[in-house]
């Protein structure tokens, strides 16, 4: 008579077990997998704000190195696809108070200029989704004249001073 033991290995896994370790490994992988998306979406985020404080800069720069007097402009920046910007000049004229003692109000014009910059978005229906503001006040005095006015003046022109300079007789 035969007998059939039970045959029965002592190493291995079931079926059974390496289903539960598979569903336990996807439940635990899943919220790793969003996390390394959000992280993923930030850095590029971050990447466009600090590109476009860049850009915002540089092209305050550009009015800031020359006497650039047009109100309004604007463009893209061919360097860096996805850019857009937008500059505004304004004038406005101040008036302070004399110092305790003083005669006469201070008068002075401010020149503000602001410089936005701000992504392009893929779908044209949606915001910007990054946008820097550069803000310049500048000083100029009441007989300052834009550069390219200086010619127009009677007596301005190549021959006229610069200002600052006094005209030789």
């Given amino acids: 008579m035969f007998r059939f033991a039970a045959v029965r290995r002592a190493s291995g896994f079931t079926l059974l077990e390496v ?9 635990a992988l899943t919220p790793m997998i969003q996390i390394c998306q959000n992280s ?4 590029g985020a971050a990447r466009n704000l600090l590109v476009a404080a860049f850009l915002a800069r540089e092209k305050m720069g550009e009015y800031e190195s020359f006497d650039a007097r047009e109100e309004r402009a604007s463009g893209d920046f061919p360097d860096e696809a996805g850019f857009q910007w937008t500059k505004e000049t304004s004038l406005e004229h101040q008036s302070l108070d004399p110092p305790q003692g003083g005669q006469g109000e201070l008068q002075f014009d401010v020149e503000k200029t602001v410089v936005t910059v701000t992504d392009v978005p893929a779908d044209p229906q949606q915001p910007p989704s990054v946008k820097v503001v550069v803000v310049s006040y500048r ?4 007989d300052e004249q834009p550069k390219e006015d200086k010619a127009a003046q009677p007596g301005g022109g ?7 300079q006094t005209p030789k007789k």
């Fill in 40 to 43: 993923l979406r930030e850095a």
């Fill in 158 to 164: 190549a021959g006229a001073p610069e200002s600052g």
């Fill in 19 to 27: 289903m539960l370790c598979v569903a336990v490994f996807a439940i």
């Fill in 139 to 142: 000083l100029r005095k009441e």
